[in-house]
T-cell receptor
Framework: QKEVEQDPGPLSVPEGAIVSLNCTYS??????FMWYRQYSRKGPELLMY????GNKEDGRFTAQVDKSSKYISLFIRDSQPSDSATYLC?????????????FGTGTSLTVIP | DAGVTQSPTHLIKTRGQQVTLRCSPK?????VSWYQQALGQGPQFIFQ???????QRGNFPDRFSGHQFPNYSSELNVNALLLGDSALYLC?????????????FGPGTRLTVL
């Protein structure tokens, strides 16, 4: 079983829709949860991070963590064509980088004008 | 302020050859991590350098080696290339080791092995 599971999509939505992206994980020790956006032929860009459980909002983006279900989500409100990218979740048991930092496979999102 | 830079952008090698990829961290950063991202997959951690030493290593064979220079820049070397080494190689930098949420990634080097 992989440490982090993420539906690869692809996901296609009309402009203005609410998008829900999800990851599940198996390691209950994970405490730091990150969402990255990766445009084609670019490196990942950190969107948001959350420590432990709860919600965090930043503009049109909301990250949710449910540690009891080992499930994290990223919601994008009023989606824009510029949001078209691959979204990667990542998580770690500690604040340290390195070999305890696990990525999902990424979900490809297309927002249609 | 320049972000993380990597060179070359892309390159093509044949099986058995050796390759060196380069990374300059974001200004003010002293830690460099390398990741391999195969097509359709998430990045996989290769190793991490801090104070010119390899601090952590992922599940990659010894064919993968690296170096960090006094100016914090880093190289990734891959020997005896295999077809399966074809991937996007990402460099990420941070200030220190305990900042998983403050890694900045470069644009990557796309390696194709024929």
């Amino acid at each position: 079983q992989k440490e982090v599971e993420q539906d690869p999509g692809p996901l296609s939505v009309p402009e203005g829709a609410i998008v829900s992206l999800n990851c599940t994980y198996s390691n209950s020790a994970f405490q730091y949860f990150m969402w990255y956006r990766q445009y084609s032929r670019k490196g990942p860009e950190l969107l948001m991070y959350t420590y432990s459980s709860g919600n965090k909002e930043d503009g049109r983006f909301t990250a949710q963590v449910d540690k009891s279900s080992k499930y994290i989500s990223l919601f994008i409100r009023d989606s824009q064509p510029s949001d078209s990218a691959t979204y990667l979740c990542a998580m770690s048991p500690s604040a340290g980088t390195g070999n305890q930092f696990y990525f999902g496979t990424g979900t490809s999102l297309t927002v249609i004008p | 302020d320049a972000g993380v830079t990597q060179s070359p952008t892309h390159l093509i090698k044949t099986r058995g050859q050796q390759v060196t990829l380069r990374c300059s961290p974001k200004s003010g950063h002293d830690t460099v991590s390398w990741y391999q991202q195969a097509l359709g997959q998430g990045p996989q951690f290769i190793f991490q350098y801090y104070e010119e030493e390899e601090r952590q290593r992922g599940n990659f064979p010894d064919r993968f080696s690296g170096h960090q220079f006094p100016n914090y820049s880093s190289e990734l070397n891959v020997n005896a290339l295999l077809l399966g080494d074809s991937a996007l190689y990402l460099c990420a930098s941070s200030f220190g080791l305990a900042v998983a949420y403050e890694q900045f990634f470069g644009p990557g080097t796309r390696l194709t092995v024929l």
